[in-house]
């Protein structure tokens, strides 16, 4: 019998870093819904079948915030997550509700995947035969538009010309572009509930006490509340829509709300305020809602066939539970970024390092997630890269290495990793994880054209792995938490698989340098070889004793690109000790902990010589979210014995997990 994966935590709203609202309950109604942060970001849901109200989603937020006692819950059947969509089915009292969360992000459509604007959409149909009086109340509570409940806030309705009813909340003070940091939550512009006008439709903005008013009566009040400016935590707030299906039978109905957040300014970039890619259109906020309610059945059509299509492909690359896995990281990895247009409508994508160090753009961040984006649009690649050639361009930055970050989010201002102090830099790590980025997107389009913008850095970086790549002095690597390493033999092959990259990247520019970089790189692979074997495995450092190891996950772009610069039996041999060294969660990072990294652990399977060692490999990175007590979104950096999560969650490195989609391509 086919198991089914309960997720960690279910995306519920992944727009951006700062628009994420997800359940970490098995059931939708046991627990509050939180910003990815586990911050309670609360939304409700309430059903009444034939006037008998019963709660489908939060922790009746009715008894926290009303004082009073807690609505009976359907029963939630399933819950199931595609890559865009989280759907849940409860039934009560010969209803059955089916409430699908949907956010657009097709990569194909940059527009539309920068749209702040996620969709709640509502299914109803009669069970036993009999039609039943349904309504159903949902709400968006101001806790989304706040870091901390202490801050003032203030609400109003859009006005949006009549075809949908639109509420919104924000801060009293509005500090935009102020807060910066890891663990926060937006506290400038509004979040939006936007329902489509309908007969026996009802909207309020008030205090969360309506929840109950509406379990008793099935109204909601008359006008909105007007006593604001107040604080989020006092007599907390929201926005409330109460669709009436009147008399419904055993043909589903359906409706849907829009929830969305008018962010104003999105990211500073180097000084200046930029906002979000889908503003070049030229668009207000109220004509994107307008526009999103017009385009509704096309974009849930379009969305229903990317999830049928992506989980098909995925099925095919790795069977059911790894396309288990890709359908909980797909919005995961997007929404972890922020897509916004330059001065000059150059887009740029831009990462938060989220529950790390909060860093915007981070390289090392970029080159784990790539994966996803070569294969949905490269122009994403592009996007998260300009912003570091900007930065190592510029005067203030005085080293001859690539940089890590350009800031920390939303300031994206210059690095701020390590206090810029050369003892905590990553200069091996950065360099070539910048090459395998210039290479991967310059040979999936077919064209070097991007590499050429940015020749003169490209080729300083790539001398500076010439020269320090074949082993490295003691420093950090991606993995910095595991501190710092010296004589670093995974780091080795990211030195050579960049200069590697390099001498691909000259021949398809006409470069005369290409030949010699690609026999440096041959070199280089062979000494390491030599350097780094222990037997029937290669070692964690060049200088360690043989009965240590390590993931050699950089290895893939040997393979990927064409390179061949490594024997295929260096791969062989490591899947062979990987699953030796397996425990019931996956293969440790290395020799020196339990620990390991979701993304690696893809990454090494797909150098698997069989399907059988790559689902090997894959099933107990399925188990270990199925099962882990560590109740978060998605995290990569978990212990592979008690499955619990070490640290890190909601981060974009989880678009590594598509790198098997890419290896036919």
Not at 316 to 330: F, I, M, N, P, R
Not at 587 to 608: E, G, H, I, N, Q
Request: contains cysteine; glycine residues 6%.
């Amino acid at each position: 019998m086919t198991q089914t994966l309960r997720p960690p935590s279910v995306p519920l709203i992944t727009v951006d870093p700062y628009f994420s609202v997800w359940s970490a309950a098995d059931r939708l109604y046991d627990d509050h819904t939180t910003h990815w942060t586990n911050k309670r970001n609360s939304m409700a849901g309430i059903i009444r079948i034939d006037g008998k109200p019963r709660r489908f989603m939060g922790k009746d937020g009715l008894t926290d915030l009303a004082g009073a006692k807690e609505l009976p819950a359907m029963e939630q059947k399933s819950v199931k997550v595609e890559p865009l969509t989280s759907t849940y089915v409860f039934e009560a009292d010969g209803i059955e509700l089916e409430a699908a969360f949907m956010t657009p992000l097709l990569q194909g459509d940059l527009e539309l995947l920068s749209r702040p604007a996620s969709y709640m959409t509502f299914r109803v149909r009669s069970t036993d035969g009999n039609p039943h009086h349904v309504q159903i109340y949902i709400d968006l509570s101001s806790e989304l538009c706040v870091h901390s409940t202490e801050q003032s806030i203030r609400w109003s309705r859009a006005e949006t010309g009549g075809r949908i009813a639109a509420m919104r909340i924000g801060t009293e003070e509005q500090p935009i572009l102020k807060r910066i940091g890891d663990d926060t939550r937006i506290d400038w512009g509004y979040v939006c509930l936007a329902v489509p006008q309908s007969d026996g439709l009802q909207t309020a903005i008030h205090s969360a006490k309506m929840r109950m008013r509406f379990a008793d009566s099935g109204q909601l009040p008359e006008k909105d509340d007007d006593a604001y400016p107040r604080e989020a935590a006092d007599d907390p707030v929201a926005m409330a829509a109460v669709f009436d299906f009147g008399e419904t039978g055993e043909q589903p109905l359906s409706r849907y709300a829009i929830a969305a957040y008018d962010d104003i300014h999105s990211i500073e970039y180097f000084g200046k305020p930029l906002e979000a890619y889908w503003r070049t259109t030229g668009m207000t906020f109220e004509e994107m809602l307008n526009l999103a309610a017009e385009q509704y059945d096309e974009i849930a059509a379009r969305c229903g066939d990317f999830n049928r299509k992506l989980i098909r492909e995925s099925t095919l690359a790795g069977g059911e539970k790894y396309a288990d896995l890709l359908s909980l990281a797909y919005r995961q990895a997007i929404a972890a970024h922020k897509l916004v247009a330059g001065e000059r409508g150059e887009l740029l994508f831009f990462s938060k390092e989220n529950f790390s160090n909060g860093c915007i753009a981070t390289v090392d961040v970029s080159y784990p997630s790539i994966p996803l984006f070569l294969h949905g649009n490269p122009e994403l690649v592009k996007g998260m890269m300009r912003p570091i050639f900007r930065y190592a361009a510029s005067e203030a930055w005085t080293f001859d290495f690539a940089p890590h970050d350009v800031g920390c989010y939303p300031s994206a201002n210059g690095q701020v990793y390590g206090e810029n102090k050369l003892e905590y830099q990553m200069p091996i790590e950065e360099c070539g994880n910048m090459l395998i980025m210039a290479a991967a997107v310059s040979l999936y389009e077919g064209n070097a054209a991007f590499a050429r913008e940015h020749w003169e850095l490209l080729t300083r970086w790539a001398a500076y792995l010439k020269e320090h790549g074949m082993d490295p002095a003691n420093q950090l690597c991606t993995d910095d938490f595991a501190g710092h390493l010296a004589h670093n033999a995974n780091l080795s092959i990211k030195a050579i698989i960049g200069i590697g990259g390099y001498s691909i990247l000259c021949s398809m520019l006409g470069e005369p340098e290409g030949e010699t970089y690609l026999a440096t790189a041959k070199e280089m692979a062979a000494k390491w070889v030599e350097m780094a074997i222990a037997g029937d495995h290669y070692k964690l450092t060049f200088d360690s004793s043989p009965d240590t190891w390590s993931l050699k996950y950089n290895l893939v772009w040997d393979r990927l690109f064409g390179l061949h610069l490594f024997p295929t039996s260096v791969a062989d041999d490591e899947i062979k000790h990987y699953l030796a060294k397996q425990n019931k969660y996956g293969t440790p990072l290395d020799s020196r902990s339990t620990y390991t990294k979701a993304d690696w652990l893809v990454w090494c399977a797909s150098m698997a010589a069989s399907k059988e060692q790559f689902e090997q490999l894959i099933e107990p990175l399925w188990h270990f979210l199925n099962e882990t007590p560590s109740r978060v979104p998605f995290t990569d950096w978990y212990d592979t014995v008690s499955g619990k999560q070490i640290g890190f969650q909601n981060r974009s490195v989880v678009g590594g997990l598509f790198l098997p989609l890419l290896k036919d391509s």
